[in-house]
């Protein structure tokens, strides 16, 4: 499984692979509260007016002399990123061609599209009563992948529920969550059912979230995340402008011809679409929707 942080150190790898533009660093030399307006670097010649970066928030500078560098009043969590406290001896970076709050932005947006392809997955369980027709569900269910029920005796199995209905529009006065299962099996009172369900994946938030673990995506989708975002990201620049190097450059004509952007873009999008395909057959094929019959 991938972090946030990961996933957006490897999108940044592979964005850095189609140009030669390189980011502009150096460090705090000393630690920040999220309130400072003023900061010691290690090298003030490496910055200048305008924006740059420390962790995942985007600062603008006003001025630098020497090693000191004071920013804009409002200079702090610029373009919806969040003001924080910074430890000394984290990275700056001058005018990041792709700031690390875009692209966490961008994978959060990426995962919501693989999700309406490849779902999160999840499990409910209930005690079934015999006086009871339906039961309610988490507010996140989307569908339903299978029902099955706790069979008693030694053998520990788990039988198939074949007739049930899901309710989206339950009664939230009997339902809260306003999602509902009915279930028509013969299953014997007292034993513990189990719906294994669909849900939209969640958004990352924090660094060290997980795609498996906090989104609900499988091992597998990491590329598919990389590629997506990746696509996103560099259709907003013209590479023509930048220079170009590493073997993926040698996509770019000498000349580098206006538009070279939209072309790593297509290419980028057509590998996210190859691998979300191949990811999205593999989901089918471990997940098979359970066969079911409704009153």
Known sequence: MATFDELTDDV?????????SQDVVTYLASGINATATSLSVGDGSLLGQGRAEIGDEIIYIQSVA??????????????????????QDVRVTYNPLFPRHYVKRAINDTIRQIGARIPATDKTTFTFNAAKAAYSLPATVEGILQVSWDEPGAAARWLPVRKFRLDKSANTTEFATGKSIDL?????????????????????????????TDAGLPLATRDVIV?????????????SVLDPSSVQAGFFDERRQPGSA???????????QTRLAEEEARFRVENPTAVHFER
């Open 66 to 87: 020497n090693n000191s560098v004071t920013l804009q009043p409002w200079g702090r969590g610029v373009d919806g990123s969040t003001a924080a406290t910074h430890a």
């Open 227 to 239: 590629f997506g975002t990746a696509a996103r990201l560099v259709s907003g620049i013209d590479v």
């Open 184 to 212: 028509y099996d013969p299953i014997v009172p007292g034993r513990t059912v189990q719906v294994l369900y669909t849900k939209n994946p969640s958004d990352l938030s924090a660094g060290s979230d997980d795609h498996v």
């Open 12 to 20: 940044l790898s592979m964005l850095r692979g189609y140009v030669r």
């Open 262 to 272: 939209a072309g790593v873009a297509r290419t980028l999008y057509a590998l996210f």
